[in-house]
Nanobody, 118 residues
Framework: QVQLAESGGGSVQAGGSLRLSCAASGYDYIRNYMGWFRQAPGKEREEVAVIYPFSQFTSYADSVKGRFTISRDNAKNTMYLQMFSLKPEDAAMYYC???????????WGEGTLVTISS
């Protein structure tokens, strides 16, 4: 059974930092692309960052470039999203996902909520 479990969300003041984690199990983690997505109330889900299977490439949404860092530890089957300089517009439910290709995510976690106070 494939499981993706996010953690690390919470409430933080604008300008603060959080690190999200995504623990994966039940599938061939190492060969999968992984990503972080977010969805704010009333808005469509958007891609935040993606990382290739062996971390050889990462990509970021323009809105988070320079502030967020995606990484993965294949030995621990875990992916991370380090977020710095958080802004009110970063508040959302954050989801981790994994898939066979860069643009097709097959598995999704249930999300972890990030709230930002100004």
């Amino acid at each position: 059974q494939v499981q993706l479990a996010e953690s690390g969300g919470g409430s933080v003041q604008a300008g603060g930092s959080l690190r999200l984690s995504c623990a994966a199990s039940g599938y061939d983690y190492i060969r999968n692309y992984m990503g972080w997505f977010r969805q704010a109330p009333g808005k469509e889900r958007e891609e935040v960052a993606v990382i290739y299977p062996f971390s050889q490439f990462t990509s970021y949404a323009d809105s988070v470039k320079g502030r967020f860092t995606i990484s993965r530890d294949n030995a621990k089957n875990t992916m991370y999203l380090q977020m710095f300089s958080l802004k009110p517009e970063d508040a959302a439910m954050y989801y981790c996902a994994a898939g066979r290709s860069r643009n097709v995510m097959d598995y999704w976690g249930e999300g972890t909520l990030v709230t930002i106070s100004s």
